[in-house]
């Protein structure tokens, strides 16, 4: 199986459940790994059959922008089913860190897996 994956993402949403977070907006970074047979795309080096992260990347942001959800599980399960839904892929691994959330640590979150290989 081919992989094509976005590494760091970083993105600026509403996220949390504390009051104080409601009004603010936070950082969370995004380490994404999708399924793509990238063969029909490095054969005839055609942009229009592989996966265009800069595509994902954008809708991503997007995503994020409007989003505004209190726990990260429900970003990280929302935001797969929209990419797997809008880019038709079979198969995706997203681990979404919350810098900060812990201030003993580097970050917090969740790795989600969906789909099949």
Same mark, same amino acid.
């Given at each position: 199986?081919?992989?094509?994956?976005?590494?760091? %993402?970083?993105?600026?949403?509403?996220?949390? +459940?504390?009051?104080? *977070?409601?009004?603010?907006?936070? #950082? %969370?970074?995004?380490?994404?790994?999708?399924? !793509?047979?990238?063969?029909? +795309?490095?054969?005839?080096?055609?942009?229009?059959?592989?996966?265009?992260?800069?595509?994902?990347?954008?809708?991503?942001?997007?995503?994020?922008?409007?989003?505004?959800?209190?726990?990260? *599980?429900?970003?990280?399960?929302? %935001?797969?089913?929209?990419?797997?839904? *809008?880019?038709?892929? @079979? !198969?995706?691994? %997203?681990?979404?860190?919350? @810098?900060? +959330?812990? @201030?003993?640590?580097?970050?917090?979150?969740?790795?989600?897996?969906?789909? #099949?290989?």
């Amino acid at each position: 199986m081919d992989r094509v994956f976005i590494e760091g %993402l970083e993105v600026d949403t509403v996220i949390g +459940a504390y009051d104080w *977070e409601r009004g603010i907006r936070q #950082c %969370l970074r995004l380490d994404l790994s999708f399924a !793509w047979d990238i063969r029909p +795309a490095a054969a005839g080096d055609d942009l229009s059959k592989a996966l265009d992260y800069a595509s994902v990347s954008t809708r991503i942001q997007a995503f994020a922008e409007v989003s505004q959800f209190q726990l990260v *599980e429900t970003f990280a399960e929302r %935001l797969t089913e929209v990419l797997m839904s *809008e880019f038709n892929i @079979p !198969w995706l691994h %997203l681990k979404l860190t919350k @810098p900060g +959330a812990v @201030p003993a640590a580097k970050g917090v979150g969740v790795e989600i897996e969906r789909g #099949c290989r």
